[in-house]
C-alpha cells in the first residue's frame, strides 16, 4: 500500500507540492494525472526516494520513505519515463547488474526468465541494448522495475514509444501486475489511463483536486444526465412512447441522420437508468436503437475541466478542501 499525508515540497518561494494526501491500497492501479507543473512528477520523485520533501510523510508498504528508505526502496519498482539503461550491456548482463544491484535473493535465472517471457522480450535476451528498438528499450525498463518481485509499481509513461499492438499487451501485462501488485501509473494518453486503472488522481497547482473513479468523476462533474439515442422510427411516435418511460424528463428529436432515423436527446432523473425500459418498449413496435451513448464526460474532458476550466481557481480550491475533509474523516475512523 502507497499512503502519502500532507506532503508539501517548495522551492525556494515557489510551492510545488501543496500539502497532498492520497491512499493506493493493494491490488489497486492508481491513475495519477496532472498537467506540466502541476506537482504530479515531484510527487513520484519523492516516492521512490529521489527528492526529500519539505514536509509530510510518505509510506510504502508500511516504511516511510523518508525515515527509513533502504527498507520502502525495496519494495518498489519503478520505471521512470527514459528507463536508466546500460546501452553497451546486453540484456542479460544488464538485468545480471539489476539483480545483484538490488539484493535479490530469488533463483536469478528461473526469476529473470520469468520476467523477460512476462514483458517479452527472451527473444532479445543476449543482444545489447544499444541495438534494440525503442520499444524493446521501454520493455527492457520494464522489466528491471520487476526484478525482485517488489509489491509496489510506480510507472511513468509506460507506453512511450511502442506501437499501437505493443501498448495493448502492455496495457494488459499492466492489468495483470495490478492483481498482486499496488501500481501507480502516470500518463499523458488518457484513453490508456481510463483503461488500465481503477481509479484516478488528478493534481493541479500542487493540490489533488480530484480522487475517484472515471465513471464517479463523471457523473459528478456532468451538468446533464442525457442518453443520445438513434432511432430508427416515426418521429413523433417515438417521441410519444418514450415520454411514457418512468422516469424520463424530457425527450428532444435533434436531427435527421438517414431517412426514417433520428438523433433524440433524452434526459432522465438523475439516478436512473432507462436504456432497458427503452430498448424493450422500441423492440415491442419493432423500432430499432442503432446507436447509443451517453452525455457524460469522457476523461479527456474531466481532465480539461478540472485543470482549465472557467473559475479554475475557485473550482480548485472546493475540491482541495473537500479531499482534505473527506481523508481526515478515513482517517480518524481507520
Given at each position: 500500500?502507497i499512503?502519502?499525508?500532507?506532503l ?48 509530510g510523510?510518505a509510506?510504502?508498504n ?22 536508466p ?20 535473493t ?5 526469476h ?7 514483458v517479452?522480450i527472451d527473444?532479445?535476451?543476449d ?11 521501454q ?16 510507472l ?60 464517479n ?5 456532468t ?9 430508427d ?29 433520428w ?12 436504456r ?28 480539461l ?10 473550482f ?7 479531499l ?6 478515513e482517517?480518524?475512523?481507520s
Amino acid at each position: 500500500m502507497i499512503e502519502v499525508k500532507n506532503l508539501v515540497k517548495s522551492y525556494g518561494d515557489k510551492l510545488a507540492v501543496a500539502g497532498i494526501s492520497f491512499k493506493a491500497q493493494d491490488g489497486e492501479i492508481l491513475g495519477f494525472l496532472g498537467p506540466n507543473g502541476a506537482g504530479k512528477s515531484t510527487t513520484m520523485n519523492i516516492l521512490t526516494g529521489y527528492l526529500s520533501s519539505t514536509s509530510g510523510e510518505a509510506y510504502i508498504n508500511g516504511h516511510d520513505i523518508l525515515e527509513d528508505p533502504i527498507a520502502a526502496k525495496k519494495e518498489i519498482g519503478y520505471l521512470p519515463e527514459f528507463p536508466p539503461l546500460y546501452l553497451d550491456m546486453t540484456v542479460k548482463e544488464y538485468l545480471y547488474f539489476v539483480y545483484e544491484l538490488r539484493g535479490c535473493t530469488l533463483p536469478r535465472n528461473t526469476h529473470l526468465k520469468e520476467i523477460c517471457e512476462l514483458v517479452k522480450i527472451d527473444n532479445v535476451y543476449d543482444r545489447r541494448i544499444n541495438n534494440l528498438s525503442k520499444g524493446y528499450k521501454q520493455r527492457v525498463g520494464l522489466a528491471q522495475a520487476l526484478v525482485g518481485n517488489p509489491n509496489v509499481l510506480i510507472l511513468d509513461e509506460p507506453t512511450v514509444g511502442l506501437d499501437p499492438k505493443q501498448i495493448i499487451e502492455i496495457r494488459t501485462l499492466i492489468k495483470k501486475l495490478g492483481k498482486n501488485h499496488t501500481v501507480i501509473l502516470s500518463s499523458h494518453i488518457l484513453s490508456e489511463v481510463q483503461a488500465v486503472c481503477d481509479r484516478i488522481v488528478v493534481i493541479n497547482q500542487g493540490k489533488i483536486v480530484a480522487d475517484d473513479t472515471a465513471d464517479n468523476l463523471s457523473r459528478e462533474l456532468t451538468a446533464d444526465h442525457k442518453l443520445i439515442a438513434r432511432i430508427d422510427g416515426p418521429k413523433d411516435e417515438v417521441i410519444k412512447l418514450v415520454q411514457t418511460i418512468p422516469g424520463v424528463v424530457s425527450v428532444v428529436a435533434d436531427l435527421q441522420r438517414e431517412r426514417g432515423v433520428w438523433e433524440y436527446n433524452i434526459e432522465a432523473i438523475e439516478g436512473t437508468d432507462i436504456r432497458r425500459e427503452l430498448n424493450r418498449r422500441l423492440m415491442s413496435r419493432n423500432w430499432y436503437i442503432l446507436g447509443l451513448r451517453s452525455s457524460e464526460l469522457s476523461l479527456e474532458d474531466i481532465f480539461l475541466k478540472l485543470t482549465m476550466g472557467e473559475s479554475v481557481t475557485e473550482f480548485l480550491a472546493d475540491k482541495a478542501d473537500d479531499l482534505e475533509e473527506r481523508y481526515k474523516e478515513e482517517g480518524d475512523n481507520s
